[in-house]
């Protein structure tokens, strides 16, 4: 999948509900990124997680068949590696999606380290 259709794929799953013109001034425009659906509230905080927690769930979730896009490096998604499986071996990443390959769950470790890691389950 390319960057942009991931992307795209990504909001009609993880944003679904915001309103257009938040995800348009808040997450698509530029210097945004996905991940300020989280960072900006834009969804119900009772919705993801974040910090440890977030990490602690993305090591306990099933990961078989994931996908990932390391955002500043990669045109198009790649098949998650046993060597990127644990919160700890992303931290290492700077700016990191993972998905399930039928999007039900994200992480998200994020090139501000006063922000995120960030986790959803649908």
Sequence with gaps: ???NAFYSAWLRHFANGIPRENIEKYVVSTGNYLWHVFSWELLDPKLFLTGNCAREAYDQVDKHNALY???????????LTAKLSTA???EKKTEIYVIA???SWTYIKTHESMCGP????L
């Design 88 to 90: 700890n071996a992303l």
């Design 1 to 3: 999948m390319t960057s």
């Design 101 to 103: 390959s039928d999007f």
């Design 69 to 79: 896009i390391d955002w500043f490096d990669d045109d198009e998604t790649k098949h």
């Design 118 to 121: 960030y986790f959803m389950k």
